[in-house]
């Protein structure tokens, strides 16, 4: 062995996980074809069947997750200011409410 860890491109990845799901070969022709462990496309078959309805969903979630991002900073700009506000007015109150 010679301990060099080999990293595979995501589309590398997808092609193998692809021709495993199409099942014309085995996991071990696939294996010697591709020169990667059965393990690894098992491993990589699996992912594809667990996260392919993610593959669909992607743009509306991310999109509505920018919405909701700018709506939440924009909430916190207003708080912020809001309570920059108050606090300055609060320190001008003399008496049990305002500042010693």
């Known amino acids: 062995m010679s301990g060099i860890r080999r ?35 098992s491993h990589w078959k699996q992912q594809l069947v667990e996260q392919a309805s993610t593959v669909f969903g992607k743009t509306e979630s991310a999109s509505n997750d920018g919405n909701e991002v700018k709506e939440l900073r924009a909430k916190i700009g207003q708080l912020t200011m809001e309570n920059d506000f108050l606090s300055r007015g609060l320190g001008r109150l003399t008496g049990p409410l305002g500042k010693r």
Do not use: M, R
Not at 15 to 38: F, I, M, R
């Open 7 to 41: 990293n595979f491109s995501a589309d590398f990845k997808a092609k193998v996980a692809l021709a495993a799901l199409k099942g014309d070969k085995t996991v071990s022709e696939l294996a010697s074809q591709y020169q990667v462990h059965p393990y690894q496309i």
